[in-house]
């Protein structure tokens, strides 16, 4: 079964930088895209920047510039470091990963429980 661990999360101040780390593990299973969401009190969550097994990359227009997604596919992890945060940043970020189920082929969703990053004025 698999399962996504992440750390790095906190408080910074407004202009600082943060490194989020999501470590997959378990058995039975590749990964191909990954990535990070956001949720703001009060609102939806939102991609933040995905990462296929390839290296291409997406962001978030608000993020782009001062975020950047990469992954280590042999220790199966994601991370995300964030320069320049900016108070509008301040949210639960949630590690994201599609998997293969290598039994079956099937394709399943797994997110990780979330870590708390939250940026003062």
């Known amino acids: 079964q698999a399962r996504l661990v992440e750390s790095g999360g906190g408080l910074v101040q407004a202009g600082g930088s943060l490194r989020l780390s999501c470590a997959a593990s378990g058995s039975g299973f590749s990964i191909s895209a990954m990535g990070w969401y956001r949720q703001a009190p009060g609102k939806q969550r939102e991609l933040v920047a995905a990462?296929?097994?390839?290296?291409?990359?997406n962001y978030a227009d608000s993020v782009k510039g001062r975020f950047t997604i990469s992954r280590d596919n042999a220790k199966r992890t994601v991370y995300l470091q964030m320069n320049s945060l900016k108070p509008e940043d301040t949210a639960v970020y949630y590690c994201n990963a599609d998997i293969i189920v290598l039994l079956d082929y099937s394709d399943l969703e797994v997110w990780g429980q979330g870590t708390l990053v939250t940026v003062s004025s």
């Open positions: 990462i296929t097994s390839g290296g291409a990359t």
